[in-house]
C-alpha cells in the first residue's frame, strides 16, 4: 500500500517508516499538517497515518481535508492521549481507527489489518455482518437487521473497535453523549436488544459479554 506518515517526532517517523517498509508498504514521510497536505495533493495514499498534535496544527484537519475530497483512503489517527472525546472526534472527523502511543510494531499492523478488512467505502464487516455506515443499513449473512437509531449507533461502535473490550462507561459517552447512565442499566439493556437482533438465530454469538470488563463485538470462529 501507498502509506502517508504524518508526523512530526522524527523518531517515531523514522520507527513507522521502517516497521511499514519491512511489511512490503511504500512510505512518505511528512513532518508537519503543510507537508502531508503536500504529500496527499501529490499523490495521494491508501494508507494515512497522522498524529493529532503537530506543530502547525491538529492532525484531524487533514482527516477532514481528505474527506471532504470524498477520498476513501484508511485513516489511523495517533495521539498521545487515549481520551474518549478525542477518539470520538477522530471518527467524527473520519478516522477509522486509533491509536495510542506508545505502540509496538505489531501493533500497528494489527490495526492496519483490521482497518483494511474493512475494506472501501463506508461499510464495516465483523464476520458475516455487515454495517452500511451511510445508508445505516445491517445484514448479517446476507439477512436484513433493523435497528432503531440507537442500536445503530451502539453496533457501528462496538464494530469499530472489534475485538476491543469497551467497558460500559465508555459506550454510554460514546453513543449517549453521557456520563451519567440516563436510566437504570442502558447499556446492557440495548447490548440485550441488539443480542436479539443480531445474534439470535445464528450459531455463533458476535456479540460477547466480558465479565466485569464490559463488550466485545468479534467473530470468534477465525
Ligand atoms: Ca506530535
Redesign the pocket.
Known amino acids: 500500500m501507498r502509506v502517508i506518515v504524518v508526523?512530526?517526532?522524527r523518531k517515531i517517523a523514522g520507527f513507522l517508516q521502517r516497521g511499514l517498509e519491512e511489511e512490503g508498504h511504500r512510505v512518505q514521510v511528512a513532518n508537519d499538517l503543510a507537508a502531508g497536505r503536500v504529500a496527499l495533493e501529490a499523490q495521494g495514499c491508501d494508507l494515512l497515518l497522522v498524529?493529532r498534535?503537530?506543530p502547525d496544527g491538529d492532525g484531524l484537519e487533514l482527516v477532514r481535508h481528505l474527506r471532504r475530497r470524498r477520498d476513501d483512503a484508511r485513516v489511523i489517527c495517533l495521539t498521545a492521549r487515549d481520551r474518549v472525546e478525542e477518539r470520538v472526534a477522530g471518527l467524527q472527523a473520519g478516522a477509522d481507527a486509533y491509536l495510542v502511543k506508545p505502540f509496538a510494531v505489531e501493533e500497528l499492523v494489527a490495526r492496519i489489518e483490521a482497518v483494511c478488512r474493512r475494506g472501501g467505502g463506508d461499510t464495516v464487516e465483523v464476520g458475516e455482518l455487515r454495517i452500511d455506515t451511510a445508508s445505516r443499513r445491517v445484514t448479517r449473512a446476507g439477512r436484513e437487521i433493523r435497528l432503531t437509531t440507537r442500536e445503530f449507533d451502539l453496533l457501528r461502535y462496538l464494530a469499530s473497535y472489534p475485538g476491543r473490550v469497551l467497558s460500559r462507561t465508555r459506550l454510554l459517552e460514546a453513543v449517549w453523549d453521557t456520563t451519567h447512565d440516563p436510566g437504570t442499566n442502558t447499556v446492557e439493556v440495548y447490548v440485550s436488544y441488539l443480542r436479539q437482533k443480531v445474534d439470535r438465530g445464528f450459531d455463533r454469538p458476535l456479540i460477547h459479554t466480558v465479565r466485569g470488563a464490559g463488550y466485545t463485538l468479534e467473530d470468534r470462529s477465525r
Open positions: 508526523e512530526d517526532e498524529d498534535m503537530l
